[in-house]
């Protein structure tokens, strides 16, 4: 299994050098106020992958899914080049480290970094304590429940900050302090009436909703079970995760870089002493 894992790495490495040609380009569309190309990206590389999967998948197996998620996150970068010519952008080859931009980037880039990215950190560090529970297979256990709930909640948070944060970023460049907060406390006033009752409803529903999307086959009553208690009580977590990604749009909008990413230490800290305690039981 590490072999394989090893073999699929190296043929989706290329996938950071897309990704950061990719989310480069959402930026400069987002900060231009065009938010409907960079939300179709993900539906793009998707179709590629399922096409492969149903067309494909006999003949080329695992090693050509793994090209598959290369070529869509190629594409995701691709299909932005024309929005972006139309807003009059046009890319000249330069690395000019004393220019301001660069400067300000490279300054809060590890912490946005760590920030951000606090979600898969945290998710490789509970994979690593789970691959001692259920004969291994909490590891799946965990991916599908963490995918299911990430799926559902994070179409709703990330489109509500991702439209938020170019208002942010003029209200603070601009030093509208008190437009800033008022933007804030709508933001989450409105993502809490929606947040909240998709939380009690996604853990009333959990089981039906696992067997409805993964059930069958060698996916049994069992393992559903096992997938949608974990979800459930991921669930719980859905409103930090909501103000989490609102704050911190806030934050980076202010230029400030240290804060999330103290929040964030404290947090993958606080979730390693938790599984030391409690993945035992």
């Known amino acids: 299994t590490a072999s394989l894992c090893a073999s699929l790495t190296r043929i989706m490495i290329p996938t950071l050098f897309f990704t950061g040609i990719a989310y480069s380009f959402v930026g400069i569309l987002q900060a231009s106020d065009e938010f409907n190309i960079p939300a179709l990206i993900s539906v793009i590389s ?13 003949r080329f197996g695992v090693f050509g899914l793994s090209v598959a998620f290369l070529i869509g996150w190629s594409m995701q970068a691709a299909v932005q080049i024309p929005s972006l010519r139309k807003k009059g952008f046009r ?3 330069s690395l000019s480290l004393r220019n301001e931009g660069m400067r300000k980037v490279l300054k809060l880039m590890v912490p946005v970094l ?10 490789m560090i509970n994979s690593r304590y789970a691959s001692a529970l259920h004969e291994g297979s909490g590891v799946s256990v965990l991916n599908y429940s963490t995918t299911m709930y990430l799926t559902i909640s994070g179409v709703f948070v990330l489109s509500v900050t991702n439209v938020i944060f ?6 603070s460049v ?12 709508s933001t989450i006033h409105a993502s809490l009436f929606f947040i909240i009752p998709m939380m009690l409803g996604m853990m009333a529903l959990s089981y039906p909703i696992i067997d409805f999307i993964y059930g069958g086959g060698q996916f ?22 909501a ?6 749009r806030v934050y980076y909008a202010r230029q400030d870089g240290r804060t999330p ?3 964030s230490v404290i947090s993958i800290a606080v979730n390693v002493v938790c599984c030391e305690l409690f993945v035992g039981w």
Do not use: H
């Not at 049994?220 to 859905?238: E, N």
């Open 114 to 123: 760590v920030s951000t990215w606090v979600q898969p950190i945290v998710l």
């Open 91 to 93: 890319y000249k080859p």
């Open 243 to 248: 103000l989490q990604n609102i704050l911190c």
């Open 220 to 241: 049994g009553a069992d393992d559903v079970a096992l997938t949608s208690k974990t979800m459930f009580f991921m669930c719980l977590g859905m409103v930090g995760y």
């Open 261 to 263: 990413l103290i929040a």
């Open 174 to 185: 601009s030093d509208d302090i008190k437009g800033l907060t008022e933007t804030v406390k």
């Open 166 to 171: 170019p208002k942010l970023s003029r209200q």
């Open 46 to 58: 998707n179709v590629i992958i399922i096409v492969y999967y149903i067309f494909l998948d006999d």
